[in-house]
């Protein structure tokens, strides 16, 4: 069988490649402005379908949005059939057929494609997919159906919805009917597994006072205000930035992204958050949680993804061994250079702690190597992964008290409650407020777990970010030559002092990131560790050389 040449063609011509643009599947999929996207929609759909078929049939995600982005971006990201994921492989493949820069030459890439990974063509192709609520999503999501629809293959359209929905709609899917089904392929089913798993975890405690939700303007927003209606009185959410409607607003001054970066509370929950109250933010898509609250004195304190790997962390660790399963299911911890130092040290006081670089599929691929694999990015992304043996563990091991059974129990219905495709902020906000009603913390108590240090995070634009390559999880620069031990000597100055630059995955620019001691070392640290960076290289002078966030 071979490829509908004729019809893939008169497609294509529909949907031209800009020609002027280069794009690149990166860290977060293909992301820039929704405006150019249109001819990188249509080759992702018939790029899904040639992975569906070349994985025999199983379904693939295509999730459309930008997450944390303004609202006038957009993106689009592929899911593999666990709920992973893309396979990094074909990120290459994906950026290359992205770029062909005619129909024709398209074309002969696919065919290349499909000759080079020996694809068979007369095996199904199946496709689901959805996207956020940017206001351009509906005209790239026809893009994408017209590449569905030109390669023949089948496609389900999930509409509008968070992109840990559709990772584990991908999942329930591609499971049904085996012994590992995920769940019941719909929204609905997704609702019904969290808040079942919810309800029991917190049967018996006492209810926790009332969560501020701060949705970023987001899809969020609808997940929420669904979620509401599965939990009952279980656990009182009050939404808040549920504005999907007004053009601009979307992560505008809101948002994870917004907290964490401006280690700020979002202007609009000022009058809203009272102290002593837990507040969280979503980001744009749903897949990234920020906690906070303030303290008596009405000063803002962050929980961000390092506080919330620490608590989960150590809640899991306390149930293993009050089920007596110490010996044989290993907790470990993943985490990236950006890790707060502080937070690195009382985890590695406890468990095993590894760090990958950045980007979501290293975190995961490291979390898979432990029995419970807990991840988390600083900025709230993350999840946690049960080995399949583990899971059987929990399913069949004999208690031997009553104590056992009801620890084991809670971890039966933790493996229900987290979304271990990915990370997301639905299912992790249930998991921490699990964790804090089991342990009857305040936002106050939890933070007391250990001491953030000071940090900062600095990007530099430069006119060439690739001459910048890292080696040790991202940790150290190996080029430019001579710049990692400037680094080093300037490092030494400062008590508690640790920084290290890389270039960013997904922005056309490097990172700076310092922490020491103090505030104002912190700070100055990642100052002069950019002003290295800028003498190296020179910034691009039609931009801002150094921005802080
Ligand atoms: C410092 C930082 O937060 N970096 C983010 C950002 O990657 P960069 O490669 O740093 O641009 O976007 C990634 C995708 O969302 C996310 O995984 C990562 O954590
Ligand atoms: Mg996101």
């Known amino acids: 069988m071979s490829l509908p040449v004729e019809l893939i063609r008169k497609l294509a011509d529909q949907h031209p490649k800009p020609a002027s643009l280069r794009f690149q599947y990166g860290t977060a999929g293909f992301r820039t402005l929704g405006t150019v ?19 025999d ?28 994921m893309l396979e990094a492989a074909w990120e290459g493949h994906a950026t290359i057929l992205a770029n062909a820069p005619s129909s024709d030459s398209f074309i002969d890439a696919l065919q290349i494609l499909v000759k080079n990974l020996k694809i068979d063509l007369s095996k199904p ?101 669904e979620i509401i209606q599965y939990l009952g009185d279980t656990l009182q959410l009050i939404p808040h930035n549920t504005d999907t409607t007004t053009p601009g607003v979307l992560n505008h001054a809101s948002g994870a992204d917004f907290v964490k970066t401006t280690q700020k509370l979002p202007p609009s929950l000022a009058s809203v958050l009272k102290p002593g109250q837990r507040g969280c933010s979503f980001d744009g898509d749903a897949d990234r949680l920020m906690y906070y609250y303030l303290d008596d ?19 899991i660790v306390e149930l293993v061994k009050a089920a007596g399963l110490e010996e044989i ?23 095993p702690v590894r760090c990958v670089p950045t980007g979501v599929k290293h975190l995961h691929h490291a979390a898979e190597k432990y029995d419970v694999g807990v991840y988390f990015e600083a900025n709230g992304h993350g999840t946690v992964l049960f080995s399949p043996e583990t899971d059987e563990i929990f399913r069949t091991h004999q208690p031997s008290t009553p104590a056992q059974s009801t620890a084991l129990n809670h971890l039966l219905n933790l493996t229900q409650l ?17 964790v804090l009603a089991h342990k009857s913390y305040s936002g106050a108590e939890w933070d007391s777990l250990y001491v953030d240090l000071p940090n900062r995070l600095v990007k530099v634009v430069v ?14 620069l190996v080029s430019p030559p001579g710049l990692q031990a400037k680094i080093d000597e300037l490092v030494r100055r400062y008590e508690a002092g640790r920084a290290f630059v890389r270039p960013s995955g997904t922005e056309d620019v490097v990172r700076v990131y310092a922490e020491a001691m103090l505030r104002p070392q912190a700070d100055e640290l990642a100052y002069r560790v950019a002003g290295l960076v800028y003498d190296e290289v020179g910034g691009d002078p039609a931009k801002r050389p150094v921005e802080f966030l």
Do not use: W
């Open 463 to 476: 006119v060439d970010r690739n001459i910048f390559r890292t080696e040790d999880a991202e940790r150290r």
């Open 297 to 315: 004195r009405g000063q803002f304190h962050m929980l961000d993804g390092d506080k919330i790997a620490a608590l989960v962390a150590a809640f």
């Open 57 to 84: 049939g199983k379904t693939i995600g295509v999730m459309v949005t930008a997450s944390h982005n303004p609202e006038a971006d957009n993106g689009v990201k592929l899911v593999d059939p666990r709920g992973e």
């Open 125 to 225: 192709a199946r496709i689901i997919y959805a996207r956020d609520t940017r206001p351009s999503g509906g005209a790239l999501v026809s893009a994408l159906e017209d590449g569905i629809k030109a390669i023949g293959a089948e496609g389900r359209n999930a509409g509008v919805t968070t992109t840990p929905i559709l990772h584990y709609l991908v999942r329930a899917i591609n499971t049904k009917g085996t012994k590992d089904e995920y769940g019941e392929d719909s929204e609905e089913g997704y609702m019904k597994k969290l808040s079942t798993a919810f309800k029991k975890l917190v049967a018996g405690k006492p209810s926790s006072p009332p969560l501020i939700v701060d949705c970023a303007n987001g899809v969020g927003a609808q997940a929420i205000a």
């Open 37 to 55: 996207l249109d001819s990188v929609m249509f080759r992702v759909g018939i790029l899904a379908a040639l992975r569906s078929k070349r994985l």
């Open 418 to 434: 987290i979304n271990q495709t990915v990370g997301d902020a639905l299912s992790d906000m249930l998991l921490v407020e699990v």
């Open 329 to 351: 299911v290993r907790v470990g911890i993943v985490q990236t250079a950006y890790a707060n130092g502080g937070s690195t040290k009382y985890l590695a006081s406890r468990l």
